[in-house]
């Protein structure tokens, strides 16, 4: 089928929690490629008046959750309600990140790749800090990876019916690695697209000094750094310690540094962070 009707099969979905004002751009953004998009909405107290200008847009659907439901939950909120409407294909945002221009139609043709069973597609990725894109996000046309954020990734209807949706028992964190790992273990390849870039934030990006390096902090709460170490130990257990995990440490001893030497309430995020350990490991589902 030509790459144009697959676009036309393919529906949006926008994850948020207390949204700023710019995630309405960002669906204009996003429906200027798809037909519908589906918002799911985890802050159904807060914001009204950036969901209601939502709401009131052609082709949305806003999708009240019944509080914070986690990410997983929340993107299966909005996966299982495109599927159910008929689309083949989901292409899935949180509320960090930007679409760019011709960003599906690069996705569409990795995914339709001959040569290989694609999986999960997603676009190489650009800190929206600085404009700069990562040392490891710099290529040509597409290549296999082990895991991709979620943000920004086509999932394919084949797929999910066959690996299931996200691991809502993660909450956050490590929700893409699994299920990136899972259409691995599956037989699929999943695939990162360089031609077209998506602009991310991990976190705040706080910009700050480090011995006279200018870096940004995240600034992640100690319940997401609990949740970052048990669910890395998580995953690890159930899937290895392969490439995934020695691309993943490096970023981590990256992170933990600028938490200990530049970030605030450094005891709180240290005790959290072996509280996960501890619960990774105690975790029974595995």
């Known amino acids: 089928m030509a790459e144009q009707d697959h676009g036309g099969r393919t529906a949006g979905v926008v994850l948020v929690y207390q949204p700023p004002e710019g995630v309405i751009e960002n669906v204009d953004l996003l429906l200027a490629q798809v ?14 008046e950036i ?14 959750q019944d509080g914070n439901v986690g990410v997983a ?11 159910t409407d008929g689309f083949d294909f989901v292409w899935i945002f949180d509320q960090d990140s930007t679409v760019t221009e011709g960003m599906l139609p690069a996705l569409l043709r990795a995914q ?4 290989l069973r694609a999986g ?24 296999p990876i082990d895991a991709l954020i979620s943000s920004g990734a086509l999932f394919s209807r084949e797929l999910l019916e066959e690996i299931g ?20 273990r599956a037989g699929y390849t999943n695939l ?6 998506l602009d991310h934030r991990f976190g705040d990006s706080v910009p700050a000094s480090f011995f006279g390096r200018r870096v940004y902090l995240s600034n992640y709460s100690p319940l997401r750094q609990y949740y970052m170490s048990r669910n890395r130990v998580i995953v690890a257990r159930r899937f290895g310690m392969g490439r995934w995990f020695r691309d993943d440490v490096r970023y981590g001893i990256k992170a933990w ?3 200990i030497f530049c970030e605030k309430d450094r005891p709180t995020k240290i005790r959290a962070f072996f509280r996960g350990l501890r619960d990774g490991f105690r975790y029974r589902d595995i």
């Open 35 to 48: 037909p519908w998009v589906f918002v799911v909405n985890n802050s159904p107290s807060h914001s009204a």
């Open 51 to 64: 969901i209601d200008g939502l709401r009131a847009r052609p082709r949305v659907t806003v999708l009240d």
């Open 120 to 143: 999960i597609v997603g676009p190489a990725l650009r800190a929206a800090e600085t404009g700069n894109v990562y040392d490891a996000d710099r290529g040509q046309g597409s290549a």
């Open 73 to 83: 939950a929340g993107f299966n909120a909005g996966m299982r309600a495109a599927l």
């Open 192 to 197: 990162k697209v360089y031609d077209t870039l």
């Open 165 to 184: 949706l996200h691991d809502e028992g993660l909450f956050i964190d490590y929700v893409d690695h699994d299920i990136s790992l899972r259409a691995s």
């Open 257 to 259: 540094i600028k938490v």
């Open 112 to 115: 339709s790749r001959t040569d």
